[in-house]
């Protein structure tokens, strides 16, 4: 492969170069060392390419300029990363046996988005086109969509990085949603280790009752029940979380639950210092939206992208915390269908 690894960046000069299959074969078997030292050192690209992580069997996550996630619930904390996923939930190509419903959904895609850069990732959004280079219907339609929630939304995405707190959930009912095959307890957020945010609830025949249990807890925020099924030691046992975390992984015959809620996430512009964006996935309901991680100053204005009006704020400068009066609109005045930047 090195040859034509060197063919294509002598013909065509990439910015980024995205291998993939690494998991074959080790690093020294593609020859990876010898290439990349190549590519850096004697390259016609070698000022400014940039390469992902996966050149070779257990190198991912561990060797690269970024690294890459895939269809994952997990973030990277400490290297430059991406989320990869396709619009189709089972293949990157074009899988014309896919039904309609088994495409991911445009709210799904742009909480995506906005989790990825929260999390200070970029999101390569792959899709799958036609024998003769059609992108299909289905996929157009997830793209456009994404494109005008991006026309209102944009600027709390381009042009950001990450916030001191990516995310906080905000819980506005004591009433459950429940997501089955959803384990919330060693999830994509992690506990600290010798924290105390994770308590055990009891062994139990249901999630309903392990619900039960979490509803009883005093602080029990998500619970997640193990399911008899689960092969891992915990069969039946039932455990809750006391912090705000709800970045649960996918794992079968576990189900997760949490309070109904609002989910924040938070990004910081790299172009007007102190200008914070906080993006949530639920129009509040009631008149106020309490955010518990921003710090307000004397010159804190705040406003809705597309939405034409200054909202009124109180808090205390120089302290976390801040109480947004919340508009009462229409279905036609709300800014964009989906999630809404402050």
């Given at each position: ?35 990349l030292a190549w590519l850096y ?38 290297h430059k990363w991406e989320e ?259």
């Amino acid at each position: 492969m090195t040859p034509q690894l060197m063919e294509l960046v002598h013909n065509y000069e990439p910015d980024i170069l995205w291998t993939d299959g690494d998991w074959d074969q080790t690093a020294e078997f593609w020859n990876s060392t010898y290439f990349l030292a190549w590519l850096y050192n004697n390259s016609p690209v070698k000022d400014n390419i940039v390469v992902n992580d996966r050149w070779g069997k257990g190198t991912r996550g561990v060797h690269g300029g970024f690294y890459t996630e895939e269809y994952s619930s997990h973030t990277v904390s400490n290297h430059k990363w991406e989320e990869n996923s396709g619009i189709d939930i089972h293949s990157y190509g074009l899988n014309r046996n896919t039904p309609a419903d088994k495409y991911l959904t445009t709210d799904y895609l742009i909480n995506l988005l906005v989790r990825s850069v929260a999390y200070g990732g970029n999101l390569c959004l792959n899709v799958g086109i036609s024998v003769d280079g059609k992108v299909p219907n289905i996929q157009v339609e997830r793209l456009l969509a994404i494109g005008t929630w991006l026309n209102v939304t944009g600027e709390a995405i381009y042009n950001t990085t990450k916030y001191k707190v990516p995310e906080e959930l905000i819980f506005t009912s004591n009433n459950f949603i429940v997501v089955p095959n959803a384990n919330n307890v060693f999830g994509a957020v992690q506990p600290k280790q010798n924290a105390s945010t994770i308590k055990y609830l009891g062994t139990f025949k249901s999630y309903k009752e392990c619900m039960q249990s979490c509803e009883a807890f005093t602080g029990c925020q998500t619970f997640t029940w193990v399911g008899g099924e689960a092969g891992d030691g915990y069969q039946m046992e039932c455990f809750g979380r006391t912090d705000n975390v709800w970045q649960p992984q996918t794992e079968a015959n576990h189900t997760s639950g949490h309070k109904q809620s609002i989910s924040v996430r938070y990004t910081a512009s790299k172009i007007e210092n102190g200008t914070i964006y906080a993006i949530i996935d639920n129009w509040p309901t009631g008149n106020n939206l309490t955010l518990t991680n921003p710090v307000p100053s004397n010159n804190t204005a705040i406003s809705i992208l597309g939405y034409p009006a200054i909202l009124k704020w109180t808090g205390t400068p120089g302290k976390s915390g801040i109480d947004i009066g919340w508009p009462s609109v229409t279905i036609s005045e709300l800014p964009c269908m989906y999630q809404w930047a402050i």
